[in-house]
C-alpha cells in the first residue's frame, strides 16, 4: 500500500504502460505525475486540459481498476492541469528523478530484453551493432546522428533500446519514441498552444532516440519542428539515433534539409540474417524460454523463414506451444505440422464487402441493420466510416460497389467517410487501434476460411 502519491502514481504507469499502446502511452500518459494522495482520493498532474479531458473520457476506468490493485482498495481519480512546467518538476523530484536545473524527462520504456548481450550478430547486421556499440560508448562524438535502416524484423527497435539502456545507465536524459508519437504531441502541443513545452523536452534531452522516422515524411510542420530540434541537440554534442525503413536517400516526401543531416553521420544497413545467424537466434530464444530444442529442428524453422526476425521468433514459440499442447516431441514433422497454415503459395483474393460488414458489426456490436440504416449515430456513423475506408482500401471496390454494399449511398457520401477516416488515421490513436484490430480479424478470418 502506498502512501506517497507520486510513488503510486509511478507504479500504475508502469502496469499502465503494458496495456496501451506505445504512442498512446507517450502521448497521454508520459509526463503525468502524482500530487497529492488524501485518504482515498488520488489527484493526478497532467500537461494541459487537452491531456485531461482525454484521460477523463478514454483511460479513467482502466487506471482506477490499476490503482485498486495496486492499493488494495478502490480509490477517486482527480486529474488537473500542472500550473507550470516546474511544478512537473518538483512532482517527479519526489518520485525520484533528476535533480538539475534542465527539464526533467520522464525515463523511456525500453524493453529489457532488448540489450547488446540479448542481440544475435552475423554478417547482415555488424555494422550496425558495431555501430550502435560505439554510440553508446561515445555519445554525441563518434556517429553523430547514427541512421539505422532496413526491413521490418530485422532488429532496429531492438538497437535503439540497447542504445537507450546503456545510455540510461551512464545517467543520461534520454528520450525515446517513434516517429507517430512525436508527429502526435507536436499536434497536440499546437492545439494546446504549448510549443515551449514540446520544444523544451525534447530540447533538454542527452539522447533523443526516434523509430520510424520515414513517418514524418510529407508532413510539413512535423519535418520542419524536428529539424529545429535536430540542429539544436546536433550543435549541443548530444546523440542522435534514428531508425527507417529505408536509406534516407529513398524516403519519398522527406525535406532535402532533413536528408542531408541524417547522412551527417553515420548510415548503417541491416540485412535478412543468414542461415547460420538465424539458427543462433533461434537458439538464443529457446536457452531464454528454458527449452532445449535440437539442431534439426531449428534448422527447419530457420529455412522456412529468412527475412523477419519476428517471424522467426515468433515460429520457434508457436512450435514449442504445439509440442505442447499435443504431447508431440520437437521434430522437423512436428515443425511442418505446426507451421503449416502460416505459408502459402496460392494468392488471396481481396475479402468481400459482406465479411467487412460482418466483422465491422461484430466488432462493434451492432447489427447489419443499423450499419446500413440512415441514421447518423455516432454509434453507426463511425463503423459505417470505417467499413467503408477498409472497403476502399483492402478490398479495392469503386464508390459506387461501396455506396450499394452499404445500403444504396450515394458515392459522395462514401468519398467523404473514407477520406474522413483517412484523416482520423494521421491524429486519433482510437481510430488507428480500430483500424488495426478489424485488420487483424479479417485477415484471421481469411487464414481460416
Keep these: 500500500m502506498y502512501d506517497d ?43 494541459s486540459e487537452f491531456v485531461t479531458e482525454w484521460l477523463q473520457k478514454r483511460l479513467r476506468p482502466s487506471i482506477l481498476r490499476t490503482l485498486a490493485e495496486l492499493q488494495g482498495q478502490e480509490l477517486t481519480l482527480r486529474f ?84 537507450g539502456h546503456e545510455f540510461i545507465e551512464r545517467g543520461l536524459q534520454v528520450v ?44 510539413e510542420q512535423t519535418q520542419e519542428e524536428f529539424f529545429y530540434t535536430f540542429n539544436e541537440l546536433h550543435e549541443a554534442g548530444r546523440q542522435i539515433v534514428i531508425s527507417s525503413d529505408k536509406s534516407p536517400a529513398l524516403i519519398s516526401e522527406l525535406e532535402e534539409r532533413l536528408r542531408t543531416r541524417f547522412e551527417w553521420g553515420m ?17 538464443h530464444k529457446a536457452q531464454e524460454q528454458n527449452m532445449r530444442v535440437r539442431d534439426d529442428v531449428l534448422h527447419a524453422i530457420a529455412a522456412r523463414f529468412k527475412n523477419n526476425i519476428r517471424e522467426l521468433e515468433g515460429s520457434l514459440t508457436r512450435v514449442i506451444a504445439y509440442s505442447r499442447l499435443t504431447g508431440e516431441p520437437l521434430t522437423p514433422e512436428l515443425v511442418q505440422s505446426a507451421l503449416a497454415s502460416l505459408q502459402t503459395n496460392e494468392p488471396k483474393l481481396p475479402p468481400t464487402p459482406d465479411l467487412i460488414i460482418d466483422l465491422v458489426c461484430r466488432y462493434f456490436e451492432i447489427d447489419r441493420t443499423g450499419l446500413l440504416s440512415v441514421s447518423r449515430e455516432k454509434r453507426v456513423a463511425y463503423p459505417r466510416q470505417i467499413a467503408m475506408y477498409l472497403m476502399r482500401e483492402l478490398a479495392h471496390r469503386s464508390l459506387v460497389e461501396i ?12 468519398h467523404h467517410g473514407w477520406r474522413k477516416m483517412e484523416r482520423s488515421l494521421a491524429v486519433d490513436p482510437e481510430a488507428r487501434r480500430d483500424i488495426a484490430s478489424l485488420r487483424e480479424l479479417i485477415e484471421q478470418s481469411r487464414r481460416s476460411a
Excluded: C
Excluded at 268 to 280: G, H, K, N
Excluded at 403 to 414: E, F, I, K, Q
Design 267 to 283: 548510415i548503417a544497413d541491416l540485412q535478412a540474417p543468414d542461415m547460420e545467424t538465424r539458427v543462433a537466434i533461434l537458439r
Design 403 to 414: 455506396g450499394n454494399a452499404l445500403g444504396g449511398r450515394d458515392h459522395s457520401t462514401v
Design 5 to 47: 502519491a507520486s510513488a503510486l502514481w509511478q507504479a500504475a504507469l508502469k502496469v499502465l504502460a503494458s496495456q496501451v499502446s506505445r504512442a498512446n502511452y507517450d502521448t497521454w500518459l508520459e509526463g503525468t505525475v502524482g500530487v497529492r494522495l488524501d485518504d482515498d482520493i488520488l489527484t493526478v498532474g497532467t500537461r
Design 80 to 163: 488537473e492541469p500542472l500550473r507550470n512546467a516546474d511544478e512537473a518538476v518538483t512532482a517527479l523530484h519526489h518520485a525520484g528523478g533528476d535533480t538539475t536545473s534542465r527539464p526533467s524527462v520522464p525515463r523511456p520504456r525500453l524493453r529489457e530484453r532488448y540489450t547488446f548481450d540479448n542481440y544475435i550478430v552475423g554478417p547482415g547486421n555488424r555494422l550496425a551493432f558495431a555501430a550502435a556499440e560505439g554510440v553508446a560508448k561515445d555519445p554525441g562524438r563518434l556517429y553523430n546522428p547514427l541512421f539505422i535502416y532496413g526491413a521490418a524484423g530485422l532488429g532496429k527497435t531492438h538497437l535503439l533500446h540497447a542504445i
Design 176 to 219: 525515446y519514441l517513434s516517429a507517430e508519437a512525436f508527429t502526435n504531441q507536436l499536434i497536440t502541443a499546437i492545439q494546446q498552444r504549448k510549443m515551449d513545452d514540446f520544444r523544451a523536452r525534447y530540447r533538454s534531452a542527452d539522447a533523443l532516440l526516434v523509430d520510424d522516422i520515414q513517418f514524418i515524411a510529407g508532413k
